[in-house]
């Protein structure tokens, strides 16, 4: 082999090293690259993980900081006992998802109550019950005021009581003695009579609630001295519808006479319920 040829092989054989330690480096630089490159990801999903994390923990702060607010502006000027107690209530709301705005308007209103009674020496627990009670109350929201009887539906009311009672008291006389019955009257002195008992009897109790409410302040023995005339007034009567002969006074079989008493007992408590009839007796 020449000198030539040798020199030729020798160039070669250094360009093919230097072009595999090229290779090598830019594999080298790119390895180091992509290294670079997921340490930088790795990196920025870090920071925003904390970003987030402490833009959480800032609204945290921020939200006990106004509702610790909150509540020393509630509580602030209450004896310890009513702050307990209304800390206790404010607790119980929360846990039942009670409305937020709903519920400090509550709580500063009983606050606003307290401050005034507490002086006074009354507490929160007897002047709303336990704060579980109260909470129930708050939650349920207030009660409806039963509407006032007028004295028509008073009269109806006690004129189908009347009605229910002579009825069942004339179905055990027609059982136990049948001729009884023909002696009282029939369906037309049991119908008259339980009108006027009716009437009567709202006459009576609307006297009675003028008195108790002092609308109309009677003596004690006026009262009595009504009652008694309301009384003779209904034997009157009584008596001379009983005398009527006919076809309409006629007294019932003793089971007509039942049926009656359930049917007007129905109709009593269907009307009780429709028009919230409850300031008369039974």
């Known amino acids: 082999m020449t000198e030539k040829e040798q020199a030729s092989q020798t160039a070669a054989r250094q360009q093919t090293s230097q072009t595999e330690q090229s290779d090598q480096a830019a594999s080298a630089t ?5 290294k670079t490159q997921s340490q930088q990801a790795h990196l920025s999903n ?6 987030v994390a402490q833009q959480q923990a ?17 509580y ?44 006074k020496g009354i507490t929160a627990n007897r002047l709303y019950g336990t704060p579980s009670d109260k909470a129930d109350e708050i939650i349920a929201g207030p009660k409806k005021k039963p509407q006032p009887v007028t004295f028509w539906k008073m009269a109806v009311d006690n004129g189908l009581m009347m009605l229910v009672l002579f009825c069942a008291m004339y179905a055990i006389m ?35 609630a003028d008195r108790k409410s002092k609308k109309v302040r009677l003596p ?5 001295l009504w009652s008694v005339i309301l009384i003779a007034v209904w034997m009157l009567v009584f008596t001379a519808v009983a005398a009527i002969p006919g076809a309409v006074n006629n007294a019932l079989n003793p089971i007509a006479y039942a049926v009656i008493a359930v049917l007007a ?18």
Do not use: C, H
């Open 174 to 208: 027609g059982l136990v003695s049948p001729k009884a019955i023909k002696v009282n009257g029939g369906v037309l002195t049991l119908l008259v009579t339980s009108v006027l008992a009716g009437v009567g009897m709202a006459f009576f109790y609307q006297m009675a």
């Open 220 to 224: 004690f023995w006026k009262m009595l």
């Open 265 to 282: 007992y129905l109709l009593r408590y269907y009307l009780k319920k429709k028009y919230d009839i409850r300031s008369t007796p039974f």
């Open 30 to 34: 790119g390895a180091g690259d992509a």
């Open 58 to 74: 800032e609204l945290l702060e921020k939200q006990t900081k106004k509702e610790l607010k909150t509540e020393i502006g509630i």
């Open 46 to 51: 870090k920071e925003r993980n904390q970003k």
């Open 76 to 119: 602030a000027g209450l004896t310890k006992r009513n702050e307990n107690y209304l800390y206790r209530l404010n607790k119980i709301l929360t846990e039942k998802n009670y409305d937020q705005a709903k519920k400090e308007a509550v709580l500063q209103d009983l606050a606003a109550e307290l401050r005034e009674k507490q002086g």
